[in-house]
């Protein structure tokens, strides 16, 4: 299933989409205890909203080996975990806005993980259990800034950093699983989901031994390789198969 979230004039609501063209709305949010009403609305595209409102975004960072090497680092020996603040979330279509502070801004191509239970101190083996569902997202990098820092807090944390969506698909083939990114009509990125160092139920857990993952959370789970630079009237689009698209344009600040 496939649920999204939509603003219209009478509010922001959470919806399963019942057909490629109609919402069916929800009280509230899957994993907040909502539940589904007798009342269908048209999806429109541009209505659609970040599918999910977490209280922490967790990355991962070099979980792909070959993206470590691009950039010349080693491969860590446990998952490298780092936030982007929520206040970083953007929509597919909205704009990400590059700051003026940074002079090289990059694209990194993830599948986002949407908790839909508490987990705390899990295991592997139970670990998926926990999980609502899945999304396309881009963890956009302000990599100059990254390199300076040494934390990523700056890099990884500006506004618009972090467009997430289309929407939250709560069945996926992980192992089958691809990846990619595309800047202006040119295939930038593309890996599976079976070449993550630290695969996805092991990542989940590890978290949740360090702090409890709330229903709405999101994990990050890493790049494949390719990362490039965005610049200024730029398109990139970040595609999960089984999933969908999210497709932002980019602006100056």
């Not at 975004?57 to 998952?79: D, Q, S």
């Not at 630079?229 to 602006?251: K, T, Y």
Request: net charge negative.
């Amino acid at each position: 299933m496939r649920f999204v979230r939509v603003q219209r004039q009478d509010g922001r609501w959470f919806g399963r989409l019942s057909t490629d063209t109609t919402v069916r709305l929800w009280s509230a949010a899957p994993w907040a205890g909502g539940v589904e009403l007798d009342r269908t609305v048209p999806f429109v595209a541009a209505e659609a909203m970040v599918p999910v409102e977490p209280t922490k975004i967790v990355c991962v960072g070099r979980n792909y080996r070959a993206h470590a090497a691009e950039l010349g680092n080693e491969m860590p020996r446990e998952p490298l975990l780092f936030f982007k603040p929520p206040s970083a979330l953007a929509s597919s279509g909205e704009p990400i806005r590059l700051p003026s502070a940074s002079e090289r801004v990059e694209h990194e191509s993830e599948l986002a993980v949407v908790m839909g239970a508490k987990l705390c101190d899990g295991r592997p083996d139970d670990a998926l259990a926990a999980v609502f569902g899945y999304a396309a997202a881009n963890d956009v990098t302000a990599r100059d800034l990254q390199k300076r820092d040494g934390q990523w807090a700056r890099a990884k944390g500006f506004d618009s950093f972090c467009p997430l969506g289309p929407w939250i698909e709560t069945e996926l083939a992980l192992e089958q699983t691809e990846v990619r990114a595309v800047v202006n009509g040119e295939l930038r990125q593309h890996g599976f989901v079976r070449d993550m160092a630290f695969p996805v139920a092991d990542l989940v857990a590890y978290i949740s031994r360090i702090m409890t993952l709330e229903p709405g959370d999101v994990v990050l789970t890493g790049t494949p390789e390719g990362v490039g630079p965005l610049r200024a009237g730029d398109v990139v689009e970040v595609s999960v198969s089984g999933i969908g698209s999210i497709r932002n344009p980019v602006a100056a600040r």
